[in-house]
């Protein structure tokens, strides 16, 4: 409703107060006349039917609304309910466009595009509501000031801008899933959300293989979701986990989409962590999950995105193909490269594989260099107990 | 269509830039016009060495703010939107540096100036 409304008021704070405007209007109509046949529809043509009249009266300050959209792409008369699912695509693009900050595109994204309210933004980042709100009001005047375009990009820029966008996404459900600091309700709806975001974008650019990709790793990491703690909170290694448990319909689902992605041409990042998540699902256990294949993959991953976290988990999937020797010495020269100071999965991976080359002592002060570096409880209390158990 | 000032930050001294380069920004105008967005104006700046700073009423040889690139020109360009806006500024050549590109709030050239 939204999406749909920008169009015609191009500016995003006038659009939003004429979609308010329009459910404390919905409130009295609806219970005096009952609710319209097709509500949403109901709610968008009196968005923007306000956010016109807002318009009219506001004619000098017309000059300087922000140019939201393309030229000539604003027809007021145009029935609202066939152009939404193209504008909220807009709207994506939008939000998520490089000109932004990454916190700013998140933000912007969970705002405007999922509806999600300034101060649940808010918690789920861990920053102050103020904090927060300031964020997105600066934002926002960026796109105006600087007339971000409100359109869907055109087709040589569209691949790079689609990866900002599923960027975004992944990022979105990742803060869900990990919960870096503390307990949170609003961090489970995020989840939720990326994985709405995810179809919607795999359903309107039904041509960007990616967006499949991005979907189909976003199922599995659903599928197994809720058995990555005990039922006390405490984390479990996928080794750990109840494999039972894992949800085989979006497993399966997600392997459909893999095997249709994959035919149709080569695979981009995401694609291909997909294809490693896939391989973990399907495996009866950890022992015999096929990790020479997985390090394949991991090998074709680093080639696409040479990241150093990438390059951490390919050292995970190589200890279990040569053992924890080479893998160590491959985390060794990631530690002196020194991109993945802080990260505290580097000396909890080191920890692990010291402790399997017998070298305890040198387990313990990287356990202990991990713990420093981690403020989620789940995750402390997981690197206490492998510290007691040396 | 909206105008945006095109910042050129560039780590080559303007004297030591190779021709095709001096002549790359002179074609620029015209590659800019192909590609439907207008140069509205442009100044180039001699090196940071001769500027002259000045904060309150202290006096200094130096550019304002100091940086391995130097700013060394701006131009004004007329674009549709800022996507519109970024295609015409990757335009720019470049040896060793970048550019910003920054929406203007208000432009003004005065006559008899």
């Known amino acids: 409703m939204l999406a749909a409304t920008v169009r015609v008021t191009r500016d995003l704070d006038a659009a939003e107060e004429a979609v308010q405007d329009a459910y404390v209007q919905a409130l009295s109509t609806w219970a005096a006349d009952g609710v319209p046949a097709n509500p949403g529809a109901w709610l968008t043509t009196v ?48 939000c998520c466009h ?18 999600v309210a300034t101060p649940d933004i808010a918690q789920a980042f861990l920053v102050a509501e103020a ?61 939720g959300r990326a994985l709405d975001l995810a179809r919607m974008l795999r359903l309107l650019l039904p041509g960007e293989r990616e967006a499949a990709g991005l979907l189909a790793l976003l199922l599995v990491h659903e599928a197994r979701r809720a058995t990555r703690t005990d039922p006390d909170g405490r984390l479990l290694r996928l080794a750990e986990q109840d494999r039972s448990a894992w949800d085989r319909e979006l497993i399966a689902e997600a392997d459909r989409l893999l095997v249709e992605t994959l ?47 990438v390059a ?23 530690e002196r490269d020194g991109r993945l100071a802080g990260y505290r999965y580097l000396p ?43 | 269509m909206a105008q945006y000032a095109v910042m050129i930050f560039e780590r080559v001294a303007p004297a030591d830039l190779p021709p095709e380069v001096m002549q790359a920004h002179g074609n620029l105008p015209e590659r800019i ?43 004004v360009i007329e674009a549709r939107d800022l996507d519109h806006a970024l295609a015409l500024a990757k335009l720019t050549p470049i040896v060793d540096g970048g550019v910003e590109v920054r929406p203007l709030l208000g432009f003004q050239v005065l006559e008899g100036g």
């Open chain 1, 348 to 390: 909890s991976t080191k920890a692990d594989l010291l402790h399997r080359l017998g070298r305890d002592a040198e387990a313990v002060a990287a356990y202990e260099a991990a713990l420093a570096l981690t403020g989620n409880a789940a995750e402390q209390e997981f690197l206490e107990q492998r510290l007691s158990a040396l």
């Open chain 2, 33 to 75: 016009a192909e590609q439907g967005g207008r140069v509205v104006a442009g100044l180039a700046l001699e090196p940071p060495e001769t500027a002259t700073a000045i904060r309150g009423d202290r006096v200094t040889d130096a550019p304002f703010i100091e940086t391995k690139e130097v700013l060394g020109g701006i131009f």
């Open chain 1, 312 to 334: 951490l988990n390919r050292a995970v999937a190589l200890a279990m193909v040569d053992g924890p020797a080479p893998a160590l010495a491959e985390v060794e020269t990631l």
């Open chain 1, 263 to 309: 035919r149709a041409g080569p695979p981009g990042r995401f694609t291909v962590q997909a294809a490693i998540a896939a391989l973990h699902a399907q495996a009866p256990s950890y022992d015999e999950t096929d990790w020479p294949q997985i390090l394949v993959l991991y090998d074709e991953l680093l080639r696409l995105w040479p990241s150093p976290v």
């Open chain 1, 98 to 115: 490089p000109a932004l900050s990454p916190e700013a595109q998140i933000a912007l994204t969970l705002r405007l595009v999922c509806g």
């Open chain 1, 131 to 191: 904090t927060m709100a300031a964020r997105l009001t600066r934002a926002k005047k960026k796109i105006a000031a600087a007339r971000i375009p409100y359109a869907v990009p055109r087709g040589d820029e569209l691949p790079a801008r689609v990866d900002v966008v599923l960027t975004v996404i992944h990022l979105l459900y990742a803060t869900g899933h990990t919960a870096h600091s503390g307990e949170n309700l609003v961090r489970d709806e995020l989840t």
């Open chain 1, 47 to 94: 968005a923007r039917r306000r956010a016109l009249n807002v318009m009219r009266r506001g004619r000098t300050l017309e000059a300087k609304l922000p140019l939201l959209l393309e030229p000539g792409g604003a027809d007021p008369d145009e029935p609202a309910a066939d152009a939404i699912p193209d504008d909220r695509l807009r709207l994506v693009f939008t």
